[in-house]
T-cell receptor
């Protein structure tokens, strides 16, 4: 698998349901970030979790990080139709100029 | 809220032509990046820039690519002789110098090489 690989690749849920997206990575990281991308648009930063953190919350978002399993999950609670987008995890290695390595993304469809 | 801006939003060019993609990072940021996303594929790192020099570049960033910060606000990506496979969405990102590692992305420039 590649660094920052998400699963599932596509997820379709009903409005109001929770959406859980997973990301796995291979190498050591400094932090992991989740981004959202609406079709053909830019990347919107959602949340960052550092390697020494296990869980973070931001509004309806909850992200977890398990460095022993090299995996992260993003939970969107009480989903809305407006949450329909592609979601990417991106990992950053240690280093001031560290680049982000993105996964292929998860396409989330929230049915009204 | 400050944001990264990019121009143009869409650039169409002929193969072999030079293109310059422009970005205005967030004003107090010091680390700058270019990424690209070929249609349907993942976002790929191209280059990072700090203190007026390239700090890291990927295999994609060959001699046809260059970056410049010509003044205190703009950050440009130049492709000297475009190829069909350069067609992609190009994203600029910036990060400040504090302990935050969040990279803020611009809306992207869609480059189409004919």
């Amino acid at each position: 698998s590649q660094q920052g690989e998400e699963d599932p690749q596509a997820l379709s849920i009903q409005e109001g349901e929770n959406a859980t997206m997973n990301c796995s990575y291979k190498t050591s990281i400094n932090n992991l970030q989740w981004y959202r991308q609406n079709s053909g648009r830019g990347l919107v930063h959602l949340i960052l979790i550092r390697s020494n953190e296990r869980e973070k919350h931001s509004g309806r978002l909850r992200v977890t990080l398990d460095t022993s399993k090299k995996s992260s999950s993003l939970l969107i609670t009480a989903s809305r139709a407006a949450d329909t987008a592609s979601y990417f995890c991106a990992t950053a290695a240690t280093g001031a100029n560290s680049k982000l390595t993105f996964g292929k993304g998860i396409t989330l469809s929230v049915r009204p | 809220e400050p944001e990264v801006t990019q121009t143009p939003s869409h650039q169409v060019t002929q193969m072999g032509q030079e293109v310059i993609l422009r970005c205005v990072p967030i004003s107090n940021h010091l680390y700058f990046y270019w990424y690209r996303q070929i249609l349907g594929q993942k976002v790929e790192f191209l280059v990072s820039f700090y203190n007026n020099e390239i700090s890291e570049k990927s295999e994609i960033f060959d001699d046809q690519f260059s970056v410049e910060r010509p003044d205190g606000s703009n950050f440009t990506l130049k492709i000297r002789s475009t190829k069909l496979e350069d067609s992609a969405m190009y994203f600029c990102a910036s990060r400040d110098s504090s302990s935050t590692d969040t990279q803020y992305f611009g809306p992207g420039t869609r480059l189409t090489v004919l």
